[in-house]
């Protein structure tokens, strides 16, 4: 058992004393005998080491990204984080705190958080950035909120080509108020959003906020997304933005985007099963009030020195309770503080060359797959940068993927919707380029890929 | 006071250094020229030790449980176990990518389904979920499955309002409201619910009965069966708000308790740290009614393997993307696993006795606007200092001086000046009789001492009406205000 509850001699029992009590059944006196419970079911306890032994012997059960050659991509990366920035994460001072209420003894946690929502206000363009949200698919839900609060309407429409899981996401967010999210159909040659369609979804006057993602569900650059604000005028743009992209691509407040979100996960955080992750969110100033989460704030102390605080809570839950701009408590600090490490670490040109690095591999790997009859590769005419969509014409996505699985290659993710009751999907795969893809590696899906096909069009 | 927090006189990172301001861009071939980034992000090019010497800078002007007492009510600041974060780095664990085929993360599913078992046995509740994030987001997935039952019920019409007490977290309205709901909070009587009012408040238009047990004022909701009785008798819902779940650990549950659906913080009460504000990781588990609108993937166990099974009709749908906080997770049931049945049983009890035993000993300083026994935490009333011209923030922030954390001030709103005080199961008596004795030598200061404070934090009192009237947000408001603000 571990000593994490203090027990020294004679320690409790000279609390029960203190209390004039014998026993801490007397503490639980108020519990109803009705409502009592008797064992839980737990099993006995174990020592630390038996318990590094069982979780370990659990852990090998999977196999890590190392173990392939992964092509895994998608909101969710794998990159390569610098060990200076889980030095930082581990250091005690941070991860064992809570969200800083008190100002003057959480100066470290509230000044890290004003650089990073510093920081992705410079990447986005915008004015004002909140201290992180859950993930970059429950930012996009608070985003259709917002929305709602700068303008009327119950429409609120986002790319057919978004992920599925964001689209549920969204329309959880949706369903509450009882607003629709409605898909925006893209042209199947290039993936670019069908404008034409925005712009008579937004004459009919009850489109609250448009959402559209660079790169897009299918990893591409829609040259259309600058032109989107023209067509809304004071409806709502939101842009989902790739944090990476964003050090070579236009800041999307530069070309009209009112909120800007994304998925901070790739920025120092190892990708963890799925979690935790980082939700990023920068809007414009004149809507601060209307927006959701925390914000730190630069203020002055008793003595006039530069102090930082917690500021403009009575948006939040504490305060509003259910006039409150969002229900959100705890966010996602620690991950704020390691996107920040990273892309100081990192810096601004090595952000910059790193995602020209990943776009140079993948144009590589599209022409290698490009050439394989039955693969089409990519199967969007248009710019990518680490990310890009194949299709392919016999068999399935998921054959596909185990046969290269077989060979010790993480081909890409299915796009299709797994709920059996959605109508299935086009054959269609997200391939994407982590940080430490070699090219050798490359060579190796282009020939596995090959194979893997003629095997299917055998098989067929 | 023998406290001193580091002081350190650190710019804000962009004054360490420039940002390559001129430099073009790589370029990428075929990248529109429209999207092509003009101006490369201007952040400072620093060295590595430039930004480890930064940060570890700014870490030493931030506590942590780490560095002191916490003992701050509803939160359960316990200590974070070192072998959880070591087991949570492990390359098995942290680099795993969520979209791998099933076959190469069977060790991941299988941690999630077992740590679901356990959970499931803890809350006596027999279906349990993962995904959510945090206890809020944990929250407001109960309050959309409670809206998708009686929409299938064909009652969404007519059970259109959330009912709490007024002791409720904030985020139990917000939560409800986001869902659709209405909101209406039931008076208390001496800190708990008023069993009559409630009785008198259910009806048919209600959907939900929202509760924390023991509550926000410490105390346990004694009544609870017959809470549950007047809930359901008008065909309600009840829910149960997991924050405080630590002080009933192996006494009660929710399930027992006749709750339908409950949210835990795996961060609260199963010691996952809380991350200087987050991240979290929230436990969804319900009964017959509302288990089949949990959040998918579910994890199901066949033979030996495990899989994601997407296949539930009523399912909500998804909370976020992949499926939950899964490094908080591995950390939880490292923890459960350490302690067992017996010490899980031990936790609530030790948590209790250290809350009252500190409950008592400060009671004689200030009052106790409640009943004694309470569980894992208690409120005094900062009421009587104002006869000396002091308020409750006034001794918080004298205690930071002391080198402990503050408890919860100002909540709950029902308690005119409300200090909130929990003190978890790893506190030594040793650190609650200093704990104590730092109260005694705050309360017991000057008047001018106690507004002065504090004087031993990094900065001293932060003037945060000034923050809100004038929002400097972000470095480019920093510029924009001009040096006159940066150096007064």
Redesign the interface.
Known sequence: ??R???D?PG??A???E??GISS?DE??????K????G??????????PE??A???R?????????K?S?F?G???A?RYS?A?V???V????????????????????L?????F???W???TGL???N??L?????AAGEAL?FCRRLHEGHRFLVPASL?W??R??L???A????LQVETIPYDDRTGRLDLEFVRQATARKDVFGVLAD?PNGFGH?D?G??ELKSILGDVPLVVVADPLS??????PGN?GADVVVG?GQGFGI????????LGLFACR?EH?RSAPG????????????????L????R?????????T??????????A?AF??Y???V???G???L??SL?EKA?TLASGLGTIDGLKAPRFDA???ADFTIEIARGTVDEF??RL?RRKI?GG?SLKD????VPSEAERILVGIPEMTSEKDITKYVRAAQAAIGAVGRSA | MTYQQARWDEPPVWELGTAAANEALPAIAGLPERLRRKVAIRWPELSELEVVRHYTRLSQMNFGIDTGTYPLGSCTMKYNPKVTELLARRAGAANVHPYQPEATVQGSLEVLWRLERILSKITGLPEVSLQPAAGAHGEYAAMLMVRAYFRDQGELAERTEVLLPDTAHGTNPASAAMAGFTTREIRDKDGSVDLEELRRAVSKKTACFMLTNPNTAGLFESEILEIAEAVHSVGAMLYYDGANLNAILGVTHPGRMGFDVAHLNLHKTFSTPHGGGGPGAGVLAAGEKLGPYLPVPRIVKEGRKFRFDYDRPKTIGKLKTAYGNFGLDLRAYAYILSHGEEGLKHVARRAVLNSNYVAARLGKYLPRPFRPLVKHEFVLSGAPLKERGVRTLDLAKRLLDEGVHAPTVYFPALVEESLMVELPETESKRELDGYVAAFERAITDTPEHLHAAPRSTSVSRVDEVRATREPLLSWKDLRASGPKAETP
């Open positions: 058992m571990p994490w509850i203090p020294e320690e409790e000279a609390l029960l203190a209390l801490t503490l639980f006196a108020d519990v109803p009705r409502a009592r419970i064992r839980m079911g737990v099993g006995p306890g174990r020592d630390e318990v590094v069982e979780v370990d659990l852990l090998e059960r999977n196999r890590p990204l190392s392939f992964s895994l998608g909101r969710i794998s610098p200076a889980d030095a930082i581990s250091r005690s001072e941070f991860y064992t705190a809570y969200t800083p209420y008190q100002a003057e003894a959480s100066q470290g946690m000044r890290t958080l004003f650089e929502q510093s920081l206000v410079e990447m004015d004002v950035a201290a992180s859950y993930d970059g698919a429950t909120l992920p899981e964001e549920s996401v329309a959880n967010y369903s509450g108020p009882g660079v650059v040259e997304v600058p964003l050090s070579v691509l236009e800041a070309y998925e190892s990708p963890s099963f799925g979690g935790p992750l100033k601060v925390r914000i730190v704030g630069a203020t002055l102390d008793a003595d006039g020195r530069r102090a930082y605080a500021t403009l809570v009575t939040e839950q504490h305060i509003r309770r259910s006039k409150a969002s229900n959100i408590c705890t966010n996602e600090s620690l991950m503080l920040v490490v892309a100081t670490s810096g601004p040109r952000l910059a060359r995602q020209a776009a144009r710019p990518y940068l993927l185990d699985r993480l993710h797994p709920r059996p009751e």
